[in-house]
Nanobody, 121 residues
Framework: QVQLVESGGGLVQPGGSLRLSCAAS????????MGWYRQAPGNQRELVAA???????NYADAVKGRFTISRDNAKTTVYLQMTSLKPEDTAVYSC???????????????WGQGTQVTVSS
């Protein structure tokens, strides 16, 4: 099992910055990737950014150039640095981690509790 604990959400003005953190514990050595999803009211959950165990990153088009995903050297904490925030970035941001079963290739997802990010003047 993997436990994910997020921190860093809050209220920020348009154009401001926030940094989200996600600390992983448990069976983290088997994780393939970690990342952040977000869901705004009335919208589907969408991938914001992800980083694989090898260090490859992936971003949603809406956040490219504004958000940066990174991790610590121990690969236990993932960060999402958000800059030039817009009102449309308002959402609940959830940390995600996943692994694949060696036997079946099935994907297993783990989720944090979510943290609210509100961009408003």
């Amino acid at each position: 099992q993997v436990q994910l604990v997020e921190s860093g959400g809050g209220l920020v003005q348009p154009g401001g910055s926030l940094r989200l953190s996600c600390a992983a514990s448990g069976s983290i050595s088997r994780l393939y990737a970690m990342g952040w999803y977000r869901q705004a009211p009335g919208n589907q959950r969408e991938l914001v950014a992800a980083i694989t165990s090898g260090g490859s990153t992936n971003y949603a088009d809406a956040v490219k150039g504004r958000f940066t995903i990174s991790r610590d050297n121990a690969k236990t904490t993932v960060y999402l640095q958000m800059t030039s925030l817009k009102p449309e970035d308002t959402a609940v941001y959830s940390c995600n981690a996943y692994r694949f079963s060696i036997a079946t290739s099935n994907r297993y997802d783990y989720w944090g509790q979510g943290t609210q990010v509100t961009v408003s003047s």
